[in-house]
């Protein structure tokens, strides 16, 4: 069965601090990943897409990573502000014909000062 | 904001009523769709419409019917609806149905709903 789970649930840093957050697929045959930024009370939006071909992808203080081998993903977040507080979730693409996408069930981070 | 509205923001009503959700994108997009999303639950996709045409409902109860009156508005109609279905609905529109590619989707702010 085609799942995506991210980790941890919820996490708490401080403001100025980093983090990296975790995304494991076993969706097959892979198209590709994306990451969405979902602020409190709005529709989530799209930070990075990524294909099999590509490791690394940045927007801005978000690098995403991919290891299509492994089937592990991950967001990493640098000199976190207030606000990157939003939940952050993986999709993962599965190819052929019109792609179904499989959503995880996020992360929420909490960034305190 | 991202292009894409829905009303109402909030709604609450009683398992007899009848109410619609409506969505509107301002992107000239061609694909909308209808997400329900739960607490601590992924997003689950109920409904894709590509050029006003249906061409997914994912086993969604008959209680929720939409509709796609032409590219940039869609409606989800609401009746009888269970305690259980009070959630997060989120509409997103992409230029075309997600392929490969990289297509993405653009998401409104949703309305939060919740069934007495």
């Known amino acids: 069965k085609n799942q995506v789970e991210q980790s941890p649930q919820s996490l708490i840093i401080l403001e100025g601090k980093n983090c990296t957050l975790q995304?494991?697929?076993?969706?097959?045959?892979?198209?590709?990943l994306r990451w969405y930024k979902q602020d409190t009370g709005r529709g989530p939006v799209s930070l990075t897409i990524?294909?099999?071909?590509?490791n690394t992808k940045s927007n801005g203080r978000y690098t995403a990573t991919l290891d299509a081998d492994t089937k592990q993903s991950s967001l990493h977040i640098t000199a976190s502000q207030l606000s990157d507080s939003a939940s952050y979730i993986c999709?993962?693409?599965?190819?052929?014909?019109?792609?179904?996408?499989?959503f995880g069930a996020g992360t929420r981070l909490a960034v305190h000062p | 904001e991202t292009g894409v509205t829905q009303t109402p923001r909030h709604l609450v009503m009683g398992m007899t009523n009848k109410k619609s959700l409506k969505c509107e994108q301002h992107?000239?997009?061609?694909?909308m769709y209808w997400y329900k999303q739960s607490a601590k639950k992924p997003l689950e996709l109920m409904f894709v419409?590509?050029?006003?045409?249906?061409?997914e409902n994912n086993s969604v109860p008959s209680r929720f019917s939409p509709e796609c009156p032409n590219s940039s508005h869609l409606f989800l109609h609401l009746h009888t609806l269970q305690p259980e279905d009070s959630a997060l609905y989120l509409c997103?529109?992409?230029?075309?149905?997600?392929?490969?590619?990289?297509?993405?989707?653009?998401f409104g702010p949703g309305t939060r709903l919740l069934v007495l």
């Open positions: 999709v993962v693409s599965e190819s052929g014909g019109y792609n179904k996408l499989i």
């Open positions: 997103a529109s992409s230029q075309a149905r997600i392929t490969s590619g990289q297509e993405t989707q653009y």
């Open positions: 419409y590509n050029f006003k045409e249906q061409t």
């Open positions: 995304c494991n697929y076993t969706v097959s045959p892979f198209s590709n």
């Open positions: 990524m294909t099999f071909s590509e």
């Open positions: 992107l000239g997009h061609n694909a």
